[in-house]
């Protein structure tokens, strides 16, 4: 069983920055693969980044890249967020959620989630 538990969400300023983190406990795999996805009021979860845990297969949504930037540390168990210049439009909770194999960016497809971290930006 694999347990995700998202922190570091907040308010901020438009322009300022955050960190998300998704701890990973229980048992993993070498080809477990962790997502951040985000749900705005009103509108569908949609995908924001994705990394695999054995190698830098790296993915991002266009509206973030440039600005977000998806890492990990593998002794930590640990992936983060690190979300720079953030717009107003960037308001939303945000989920990590886990799969095996390889990365997608369609949330159906991912069988784990955490409860999610509310961000706010204000303009």
């Known amino acids: 069983q694999v347990h995700l538990v998202e922190s570091g969400g907040g308010l901020v300023q438009a322009g300022g920055s955050l960190r998300l983190a998704c701890v990973v406990s229980?048992?993993?795999?070498?080809?477990?693969?962790l997502g951040w996805f985000r749900q705005a009021p009103g509108k569908e979860r949609e995908f924001v980044a994705t990394?695999?845990?054995?190698?830098?297969?790296?993915l991002y949504t266009d509206s973030v890249k440039g600005r977000f930037t998806i890492s990990r540390d593998n002794a930590k168990s640990t992936v983060y967020l690190q979300m720079d210049s953030l717009k107003p439009e960037d308001t939303a909770v945000y989920y990590c959620?886990?799969?095996?194999?390889?990365?997608?960016?369609?949330?159906?497809?991912?069988?784990?989630w955490g409860q999610g971290t509310q961000v706010t930006v204000s303009s």
């Open positions: 990394i695999r845990l054995n190698d830098e297969g790296i």
């Open positions: 229980g048992r993993t795999f070498v080809n477990y693969v």
């Open positions: 959620a886990g799969r095996l194999f390889t990365v997608a960016t369609t949330p159906n497809l991912y069988t784990q």
